[in-house]
Nanobody, 114 residues
Framework: QVQLVESGGGLVQSGGSLRLSCTTR????????VGWYRQIPGKPREMVAR??????TEYADSAKGRFAISRDNANTYSLQMNRLRPDDTAQYSC?????????WGEGTPVTVSP
């Protein structure tokens, strides 16, 4: 059984940085893409950053130049978030899209104070 575990969220002041990590417990193969998404209560979930198989990356306009997604190893992907702003406050979740299905973690909260 595959389980994704996110870590690294928390409270940070505006302008600060956080590094989120997403680790699989259970090996996943044939990965199409790994992405970070965020959701604010009452709003739809939005893609923040994705890393495609082969290494290409995609970012939301709001994340470009501030966030960077990386593959740490076969089981862990991270999201480095710099110059955080209060409007980055949200629940952040990772998604692994594979040939056998799409898997989500439960998420980690990020709160950016003014």
């Amino acid at each position: 059984q595959v389980q994704l575990v996110e870590s690294g969220g928390g409270l940070v002041q505006s302008g600060g940085s956080l590094r989120l990590s997403c680790t699989t417990r259970g090996r996943l193969f044939n990965i199409n893409a790994v992405g970070w998404y965020r959701q604010i209560p009452g709003k739809p979930r939005e893609m923040v950053a994705r890393r495609l198989n082969g290494g290409a990356t995609e970012y939301a306009d709001s994340a470009k130049g501030r966030f960077a997604i990386s593959r740490d190893n076969a089981n862990t992907y991270s999201l480095q978030m710099n110059r955080l702003r209060p409007d980055d406050t949200a629940q952040y979740s990772c998604n692994w899209d594979t040939s056998i299905g799409s898997f989500w973690g439960e998420g980690t909260p990020v709160t950016v104070s003014p």
